[in-house]
């Protein structure tokens, strides 16, 4: 039996209640499991005055503020994961997300059978997700209903040195495959990941997937897929006001400054780092931050080593992001 806590941050989200019912409904009942809330929602609108049921739920930790004092995504999720205790495992997940039985068993299955792959504990899952949509009040879930995962790359560099990644939905796999990227509402790691890589509260939304995954594989974890997707987001979230920028309460002064800041963390990060983890960083992803390219393979999501170079997964230097 593991130990997991599901680490869940809210902004203004209206679907967070049936996500959390969703996680309770299709629990596997092999692990312990510890649902960390930290909603920013009006006292009105929240679970406490909605749901108070869930809130003292014996297996829910809550924390709530007022939504105009949220400091972004990357900062609620770093607030949130104080309320573990002596769980293993942390899956970070998005407030509006479906799920299917035995979620959590199949996630610690992924972890083994990705950790015999790497020979080493240091592994954390991702994947993108299947979708759903709302007709009303009723949920509705996407119509791809086979056993699927997916392969993500990257497709460019923008001027502030931002990647935007891609992938496409391939078969289910057998086996676990290795990733280059993080998608961080669907991100399950041990908790040392917390300790060794952490997180970057000055990034307030773009380019936190980005230092997650350059942190993460300069901490010398590795990155695989999930042989399946058995999660569901919801399709609209980019017109959802779980978005600051979606009918924003906060002071617009504060949001541009906490943008500006954001975008400046994530090049000053990137130049923080050394020649030579930067190379070992393109060894292992076909990224090239010294030059601003991408090799075929970091595009094509084929990322096996170059012909003839040897990858060593060891850190050459550990200055890294706190």
Request: hydrophobic share 35%.
């Amino acid at each position: 039996m593991a130990k997991i806590f599901v680490n869940i941050c809210s902004y203004r989200d209206k679907l967070l209640e049936p996500t959390i019912q969703s996680l309770l409904d299709t629990e596997s009942g092999r692990n312990q499991i510890t649902y960390g809330i930290f909603e920013q929602t009006k006292l009105e609108s929240s679970l406490q005055t909605k749901n108070p049921e869930l809130v003292n739920h014996p297996r829910i930790r809550y924390k709530r503020i007022d939504p105009e004092f949220s400091d972004g995504v990357v900062w609620a999720r770093c607030i949130n994961s104080m309320q573990i205790y002596d769980e293993e495992f942390q899956y970070q997940i998005d407030s509006h997300m479906l799920f299917d039985k035995d979620w959590d068993n199949q996630l610690i299955l992924d972890y083994n059978d990705a950790s015999r792959i790497a020979n080493t504990k240091k592994v954390v899952l991702t994947c993108g997700t299947k979708n759903f949509d709302l007709d009303g009040d009723r949920i509705t879930k996407h119509t791809l209903t086979e056993d699927i995962t997916v392969n993500l790359g990257y497709f460019q560099f923008d001027k502030d040195l931002l990647l935007h990644a891609h992938g496409s939905w391939v078969p289910a796999t057998e086996r676990s495959t290795p990733s280059i990227h993080i998608c961080a509402g669907n991100f399950f790691m041990p908790v040392s990941w917390i300790k060794d890589v952490g997180y970057n509260t000055k990034i307030f939304f773009e380019g936190e997937e980005q230092v997650f995954a350059l942190s993460t594989i300069l901490a010398g974890y590795h990155i695989f897929h999930q042989r399946k997707i058995r999660v569901y987001h919801y399709i609209r979230s980019s017109s959802h006001e779980s978005k600051q920028t979606i009918n924003p309460v906060a002071d617009p002064t504060r949001l541009s400054l906490n943008h500006k800041r954001s975008k400046k963390e994530l090049v000053d990060y990137i130049y923080s780092l050394t020649d030579d983890q930067l190379e070992h960083y393109r060894k292992i992803t076909g990224v090239d931050y010294i030059n601003r390219k991408l090799e075929n393979r970091a595009i094509s999501r084929n990322i096996s080593p170059n012909p003839g170079v040897v990858v060593d997964w060891e850190v050459p230097d550990k200055t890294l992001l706190s």
